[in-house]
């Protein structure tokens, strides 16, 4: 995934985040207060991460995965490589705790004589306070 398209992606997760965030504090939506407010989850950033095996991040204990996303990254003195990454696998865990990411993307060295997996960063929006959407 190039750095636009992986920034798109965080800037859409952001977009729909703070959308339904808002929602309830608007007149017009006024059915939806105490609507489940989501929360934003960082993960860490896990060197090596895009190495294509599966890494989760959990919400909150009592708390849903309402959606989740990934970034890529290089590390110092590295570039992502120009292939594009292949994402195996975005999705919750079986019990919606948690988002899956199997990805596949590779940095490599300025003089392009060493590749190794990219480093790879989760992202997931969880309910706040309720343990099912709407529940």
Same mark, same amino acid.
């Given at each position: 995934?190039?750095?636009?398209?992986?920034? =798109?992606?965080?800037?859409?997760?952001?977009?729909? %985040?703070?959308?339904?965030?808002?929602?309830?504090?608007?007149?017009?939506? *006024?059915?939806?207060?105490?609507?489940? &407010? #989501? &929360? *934003?989850?960082?993960?860490?950033?896990? #060197?090596?991460?895009?190495?294509?095996?599966?890494?989760? %991040?959990?919400?909150?204990?009592?708390?849903?995965?309402?959606?989740?996303?990934? =970034?890529?990254?290089? &590390?110092?003195?590295?570039?992502?490589? #120009?292939? #594009? =990454?292949?994402?195996?696998?975005?999705?919750?865990?079986?019990? *919606?705790?948690?988002?899956?990411?199997?990805?596949?993307?590779?940095? &490599?060295?300025?003089?392009?004589?060493?590749?190794?997996?990219?480093? %790879?960063?989760?992202?997931?929006?969880?309910?706040?306070?309720?343990?099912?959407?709407?529940?």
């Amino acid at each position: 995934m190039s750095r636009i398209r992986t920034a =798109a992606v965080a800037a859409a997760m952001t977009t729909a %985040l703070l959308a339904v965030g808002t929602a309830g504090a608007t007149g017009a939506a *006024a059915g939806t207060r105490g609507a489940v &407010q #989501p &929360q *934003a989850v960082t993960g860490d950033v896990i #060197p090596n991460g895009a190495d294509g095996s599966p890494h989760t %991040l959990m919400c909150p204990p009592e708390e849903s995965v309402l959606s989740g996303g990934y =970034a890529l990254s290089a &590390q110092p003195g590295r570039t992502l490589a #120009p292939l #594009p =990454a292949d994402l195996l696998e975005s999705r919750p865990n079986a019990d *919606a705790t948690g988002w899956i990411v199997t990805v596949r993307k590779f940095q &490599q060295s300025e003089d392009h004589n060493h590749y190794e997996p990219a480093n %790879l960063t989760l992202y997931v929006a969880c309910t706040q306070g309720e343990n099912t959407p709407g529940g």
